[in-house]
């Protein structure tokens, strides 16, 4: 049964990819934007990331301050519905291995591509389809690297990064 599973997963990732057409150009980190709340003065550090159809994010490396507040917006530059070219972000508890919790969401269908009730996971955004956008807040956790990824079927391959909190 697990060596279907992968199988399966393979399969569509290979269905996916020839799917995407044309590669974009995949970007390094740009610094994180941080703006200050007027009525607050609270600091909140803004993260602008995008998923396009050629299932890549415009960041692979995000670095922000333990405990700070952080507000994440992840846009799908996209045109493909969400059924067959959804994208999310998805932040990893440390320890969690990800090509394990990639191929276990594959098949969490009914929760949007997030397994186990999302014991795993520290934050997460809903999934959105080509031209839709979506926003967490969240505070950064305890200094460390933690792995982010997108948990849409096979795609957890190439759409991830490290979330490096100093």
């Known amino acids: 049964m697990k060596a279907a599973k992968h199988i399966l997963m393979f399969f569509l990732f290979c269905v996916t990819l020839m799917a995407c057409g044309k590669k974009e150009k995949k970007q390094n980190q740009s ?65 969690v291995d990800l090509t394990d919790f990639g191929t276990e969401a594959a098949t969490a269908t009914d929760s949007e591509f ?5 014991d795993d996971v520290i934050v997460h955004t809903k999934l959105i389809g080509g031209g839709e956008s979506t926003t967490i807040e969240f ?12 948990s849409f079927p096979g795609h957890f391959a190439i759409m991830k990064g490290k979330f490096i909190v100093k």
């Open 139 to 150: 505070n950064a956790p305890e200094s460390g690297i933690y792995d982010f990824l997108c």
């Open 31 to 95: 610094p994180s934007q941080t703006e200050t709340k007027a009525a607050s003065s609270e600091t909140i550090t803004t993260i602008n990331l995008t998923a396009s159809d050629a299932m890549q994010f415009n960041k692979n490396k995000i670095e922000v301050n333990a405990g700070e507040k952080v507000r994440l917006t992840l846009t799908h530059t996209g045109k493909m519905p969400k059924t067959v070219m959804g994208h999310n972000f998805v932040l990893l508890k440390k320890g």
């Open 114 to 118: 997030i397994p186990n009730d999302g």
